[in-house]
């Protein structure tokens, strides 16, 4: 018997060898104008009880799992002390276990106490991944994100300061054209004040869920950037990133139309002139075809 899952279920693509528990369900804010991860669940928190009882199932069938990601999209929105006994407990249920992660929001790292998040973090959650989106605060306030351009900062250096591995995600055109410059002159402003150890891109991809929400929000009219905008965003985004300790990065999730990767500060320069060589060969493009947000 595997485990039930309340569809649909979400991880970073960095997770996709890892088992899986749904401790929470859905989004505890799920009010992001570009997501529609999680728009048919209400957020709920499972019960010890039934956290316990997939953990037991799941020993005993994949004893030797060494990687868990805990969804939904707001696993830490649950208490310092439930996520002890939560992460304490799949520890002892499965010996080789290297690391245990979730999704973070920058408002519940927030709310929580630096000592909270280190118990958390000694109990073995090692890594988080947190949706910076934009660094500017005309975009995040248009798409609904909660959070603010110092807000972001604050969450991820509180992470990074209380001992987690940080994952950050930013999403190109999500200022269509209007923004563009602002977008990525701010989010290389975030980006090197949180300085996290990975950074991945997105391309915006509106979901027929949420495109009119999204619109709507938008305030204004949204044009949408071209695959070119989009190197060009991702040009000037590399170029402007300036971050002392080393950040991988990468840019090659599925919604995005050129794929590049290096490791910032040490081959910054090759990842611009990979991008001026994509520049010059557009033949390289991922077909939109095959493009998924
Ligand atoms: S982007 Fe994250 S925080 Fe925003 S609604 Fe989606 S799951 Fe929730």
Known sequence: MMLNYAEPVYRPPSEAKSLIFQVTLGCSFNQCSFCDMYRNKEYSEKTWDEVKAEIDLMAKQLPDTTRIFLADGDA????????????E?????????????????PMNLLKKKPEELKKMH?????????????????ILKKITKGATAETIIKSCRKAIETGFTLSCIIILGLG????????????????NASSPHYLGTLTLILETGVKQEF??????????????????????LVEQIDVKEKMLFRANHGSNAYNIAGTFPDEKNAMLEKISWLKEHPENVRPEGFRAF
């Open 76 to 87: 830490l929105n649950i208490s310092a002390d439930y996520m002890v006994q939560i992460v």
């Open 122 to 138: 000694e109990a073995g959650l090692k890594m988080l991944y947190l949706g910076i989106e934009s660094g500017s605060d005309i």
């Open 176 to 191: 269509g054209k209007t923004y563009s410059e602002e977008h990525i002159k701010e989010t290389a402003r975030v980006v």
């Open 215 to 236: 619109l709507t929000k938008f305030g204004e009219e949204f044009h949408p950037i071209s695959d070119e905008e989009a190197l060009i965003e991702l040009h000037n």
């Open 89 to 105: 407990y799949i520890y002892k249920s499965f010996p080789k276990l290297e690391r245990v992660s979730c999704y973070a929001m």
